[in-house]
Structure formats: C-alpha cells, structure tokens
C-alpha cells in the first residue's frame, strides 16, 4: 500500500542517509521471502548498490520525482528553485515501453512527492512506485477521460489492443486539464512546503496564465483551418483529447489503441488505409518517439505528407519541444501547416 501522507522533511546529511539506508534495507528484505532464488540474489545486489548512493539524497529543498519529462516541465515551473526533481524518463524516450532502472527506484525510495501523469500512462509501474516514501499523485485521477471506443471513424479495433486500457492517457495534449495539473502539484507542493506557498502560488498563477494564452492561440489557429480538413490520422491513438477540445476528427491511427507498443494486423492496416482515402486525409503525424515504419506505409500507399509531431517526450534543445508550450506551440503549427497546404 503506497504511503497516504509524507513524512517531515530532513535536513541533516547524516540523518537522511541513515533513514535512507534503513528504509531500502527492510524494503529488499521483506521482498526476499517472496521471490525465487535468483531474484533473491539480484534483490541483494540492488540493495547493496542502493545503499551506496543513499548519502547523495539528503537536500533541504523538496525532493520531487515526476514520471515524464512533460509533467517535469509543469512541475519544474511550480517548484522552481525550492525543489530538486529528477524525471524518470529521459528526453526522447517512449513512456509505454520505457525500462526502469535502479537510479528510478532511488530517486522514488527518496522523494518527498512522486508525481505521475495516470490514466494508465504508467502500467506496470507497480513495483518501482510501492518503493515511495513519500506521497505518489496521479495528476489524471478526476478529469473527464476519453475512452477508447468511438473515438475513431473508421470502426475497426481488434481486441488485443484492449489490453493496454480503455482510457487515453494523453491528457497534456488539451492545455485546460494541464491547468487542472498545476492547481495538484501546487497544491500539494504547498502542504509539504507551506513557507513556499506564495512562491508556489505566484508560479502557478503565472502558469495559469500562460496556459490559457496558448489555449487561445490554438483556438485562433485553428480556426484558420478548413473544417472538413480538421482530421487527424496518427502512429497511435494519442490525440483524442486535442480532438475534443478544438474541433478535430481522429479518423484512424497505424495501431488503434493508446500505447505504441501493439502490432496492428492486416484487417486494421487495410482499414485505416480506406479511411484516409475516403476522409481525403492530406497528412499522417507520427510521434517522435515510435518507430514511422508503418506510419510511412500508410502514408506511401495513400499519397500522403508523413509528418513528425511531439507526443510522448520533450525534445533537447533547438529541437523545438524543450517546454511543454514549445512543444504543443510546434505541434500546432506543424498539423495546421499541413492540413492547409
């Protein structure tokens, strides 16, 4: 059972290796009895390493762990320099098939809060999340989710793809549920810090602020697109929220679900392709962290523009993604570039 409420925050090095080392001793433990020899062993091991890196955690501002690199940006805007964050998955990586290491455990084993997108964004994280200390708060716990079916046009959707859950996990891409994400993370960032809550209040507001602005901007550049060309055919079903909120239609994804990590089979390829075909689709987009390949097989056998969008990650820098509003700013004016040409 994850903890409920955080512990008080430490300031003395010692104190907090020591209540480092104590904690992930009895954690590896514990485990040992319900696991396999082998497992017992690499158990050990993680242990031991663990136990080496516990002294580097002890800092006197807040240790925060966010799951993706987009949620990071919205907490590193909240948190700013009154918190230490560290982001589980690097810039590029695609969350439904990332490999957690040890370095993810220490840094959840030692936060004051762990924040994670939810929704479904972090299945089979389970193991790694039952090491938290701290508070673990799934930003997506609430909002009014897509589901998976009707979300598309062209009707067809095996049932292997059902597996990964019914419920889109893509919030981030409709600015006013990440609004809903800021008024969370401050929240809770000032029930563990109060004598930060103006600073924490005063970066939210100005988060407010911005999000609302790129919410209009959308709205505007929308609106210069011709309606009957507002559809969308993506690598994934990743944008069905952006779908919602300005007006689109998520004709069809390659694989008709949510995650990346799913085969689509013959039936579902030659359905999609009469699709794009029928609605006269002028563009695929497929995110910069999945593999194109059936994306551009689409794309060839339809004669349309295949055509890179952020989804999953940020970019490094001068990529044109570095923050969450660079990203959703490039997507927009990448889709609507090509749906107006």
């Given at each position: 059972?994850?903890?409920?409420s ?23 433990v ?43 940006d ?8 009154n ?10 990586a695609?969350?439904?098939?990332y490999?957690?290491t ?13 924040f ?9 994280w ?22 998976l ?29 990440v ?8 929240e809770?960032?000032s ?95 497929v ?20 055509v890179?969008?952020?989804?999953g ?23 609507a ?5």
């Amino acid at each position: 059972m994850l903890p409920t409420s955080p512990p008080s925050r430490r300031t003395d090095s010692e104190d907090a290796a020591g209540s480092c080392a104590q904690g992930l001793t009895g954690r590896v433990v514990r485990r040992r009895s319900a696991v396999g020899l082998r497992a017992r062993g690499s158990l050990l091991v993680l242990g031991l390493f663990l136990l080496g890196l516990c002294g580097a955690a002890a800092t006197d501002r807040l240790r925060v762990v966010s799951t993706t690199t987009i949620v990071g940006d919205v907490i590193r805007r909240i948190g700013g320099e009154n918190i230490d964050l560290h982001v589980i998955l690097p810039v590029g990586a695609d969350p439904h098939g990332y490999t957690l290491t040890p370095q993810d455990l220490v840094a959840v084993s030692d936060a004051d809060l762990t924040f994670m997108n939810g929704a479904g964004l972090e299945a089979g994280w389970e193991n790694l999340l039952s090491y938290a200390r701290g508070r673990v708060i799934s930003l997506s716990d609430g909002l009014p989710l897509v589901e998976l079916d009707g979300e598309t046009d062209h009707g067809v959707n095996d049932d292997e793809h059902e597996e990964e859950g019914t419920s889109d996990p893509h919030v981030w891409f409709d600015p006013t549920l990440v609004q809903t994400w800021s008024w969370k993370i401050r929240e809770a960032l000032s029930e563990i810090d109060p004598g930060h809550g103006d600073d924490y209040a005063a970066r939210e507001a100005e988060l407010a602020a911005d999000l609302a602005a790129l919410d209009g901007w959308i709205v505007a550049r929308v609106e210069e697109i011709p309606v009957e060309r507002r559809v969308l055919v993506t690598d994934h079903l990743a944008f069905g929220y952006f779908a919602r909120r300005y007006g689109f239609r998520q004709i069809g994804a390659v694989i008709p679900g949510f995650s990346t990590l799913a085969e689509p089979s013959a039936r579902e390829m030659a359905a999609l392709i009469d699709a794009v075909r029928a609605a006269d689709a002028p563009a695929v987009f497929v995110g910069t962290t999945a593999n194109p390949t059936l994306s551009a097989t689409v794309a060839g056998e339809t004669g349309t523009r295949l055509v890179a969008l952020f989804t999953g990650s940020l970019s490094g820098p001068g990529e044109g993604a570095e923050t969450y509003l660079e990203m959703m700013r490039t997507n927009v004016e990448r889709i609507a570039a090509a749906l107006t040409e």
